[in-house]
């Protein structure tokens, strides 16, 4: 008897909870990339086109789910530079990245994020700091974190006597509208 009484709590607990998720839905911003050909120049491309499928109750702490980025959606200056990153990152076999969000902690000098980021159908777990504003019926989140290409299954080009860096500094600036 106690067991069922216990069970049915647990349920409805669970239950309640998820009725106060809200869903967060991607509103604006970018995801940036950042790296260098060694002695030439910086490759910095970046998309404004996310998808964001995350969600939340009252507390930051609770933030869950994904981000994904379409690699085609990142350009930078150069089309022709665009059109070799893509070929390095196998964007026909594999053509998007996701950051499934698992762990928020708040800290004394912003938010740590801990998640797996899948890319080149390779998953490496991600650590980043982050500053998360909570701003009525939107979310605000800023950091980064740097991955290195290799790591991923990734070959760095190289052209004639220049190659670029393994390092990739990844950047996201995004608010998120409640739903």
Partial sequence: MF???????LCASLLCGSMYAKELSFKEG?????????????????????EAKLSMDDAIESLKGDISLDLLNLKSEND????????TLHVKEHPST?????????????????????????TKEI??????????????????FSIKMSEF????????????????VISYDLTLAKN
């Fill in 98 to 122: 996701v950051f499934q969000l698992k762990e928020v902690s708040k800290e004394s000098d912003g938010y740590h994020l801990i998640g797996l980021l899948t890319l080149n159908k390779q």
């Fill in 30 to 50: 970018t995801i940036g990339a950042q790296t260098e050909i060694l002695g030439d120049s910086n490759i910095n491309p970046k998309s404004s086109q996310v």
């Fill in 3 to 9: 067991t069922k009484i216990a069970f049915s709590l």
């Fill in 80 to 87: 022709k530079r665009d059109e070799h990153m893509y070929e």
């Fill in 153 to 168: 299954g990734i070959e760095p080009p190289t052209l004639l006597f220049l190659s670029v860096r393994d390092e990739v």
């Fill in 127 to 144: 650590n980043t700091k982050a500053d998360i504003t909570d701003q009525n019926d939107l979310l605000k989140l800023k950091g980064g």
